[in-house]
């Protein structure tokens, strides 16, 4: 007989009843990760006090830490299901590996939460670059290579949420649009191009919800999966904004 582990995971029917746990026995295979898991429940959905239930709803693209789709907390810890390997969880947690949603955002159904605050986040900082029409405009502005280096670890970041799960300052009552957004206006403000609308950038940043509530607990850039400085980001948009109303006080 094949050795098995135990998955314990807090499910949700929908956004309106309330939770409750379920413990799986899975049995064990070399290189698991935890989509892998989860693939291995749905195709015997059976609890372990033998009683019959639904697969697992979670959200998944990827599969290779890519899309940020499938962040969860594993283990008491906010992370990516498709690079959460079985072997390291076990050593966390011999007993049973332990799941739940994301808590900074509303469950839609088990492990599926809507990140919708993030997106929003996102379009308040003008998180992109516009451009005049789809046509060929020849090769674009050339960035020096140390500005390269700064912007490409910002680049990175995959909207999945890690971050704002971790900070304390994020929820649905405070208003803060969160390291990731902070850390996007900053990458698009550096950006040739993009640089055109940094001070409205700036000015979101400035304003409620912006880089004043952050409480610097650097959380954030503990948990991230991609390494971001994300630290060093908000140091950035402080002396940013910090000039920036110097600007408007002068009227330069």
């Given amino acids: 007989m094949s050795k098995s582990f135990k998955v314990r995971i807090l499910r949700q029917a929908d956004p ?4 409750h746990w379920e413990t799986f026995n899975v049995d064990y295979e ?12 749905a195709a015997d959905p059976v609890t372990t006090e033998k009683q019959p239930t639904v697969p697992v709803a979670f959200d998944s693209c990827c599969l290779e830490e890519v899309c940020g789709a ?4 594993i283990n008491g810890r906010v992370r990516q299901a498709c690079s959460a390997l079985v072997d390291a969880l076990l050593e966390e947690s011999p007993d049973a590996i332990e799941v739940r949603p994301m808590t900074k955002f509303p469950v839609v159904r088990d492990l599926v939460v809507d990140r919708h605050a993030m997106f929003e986040s996102l379009k308040c900082v003008k998180a992109w670059v516009h451009v005049d029409g789809y046509y060929d ?12 280096e700064e912007a490409y670890p910002l680049s990175r970041c995959m909207t999945c949420g890690c971050c704002v799960e971790a900070c304390p300052q994020f929820s649905d009552k405070t208003g803060f649009i969160g390291p990731a957004a902070i850390s996007q206006a900053i990458l698009f403000n550096l950006h040739p191009t993009g640089r055109v609308e940094r001070d409205d950038r700036l000015g979101v940043l400035t304003g409620p919800g912006g880089i004043a509530d952050c409480g610097n607990s650097q959380n954030c ?7 971001i400085p994300l630290t060093d980001s908000i140091a950035k948009a402080g002396r940013d904004t910090t000039l920036y109303k110097l600007r408007q006080w002068f009227g330069r």
């Fill in 221 to 227: 850039v503990k948990v991230c999966p991609k390494e």
């Fill in 30 to 41: 070399d290189g698991m990760n935890m989509t892998t898991v989860f693939q291995r429940i």
């Fill in 70 to 73: 499938c962040t969860m907390v």
């Fill in 137 to 148: 405009l020849g090769a674009g502005p050339r960035l020096a290579p140390q500005v390269q």
């Fill in 16 to 19: 309106n009843s309330g939770s």
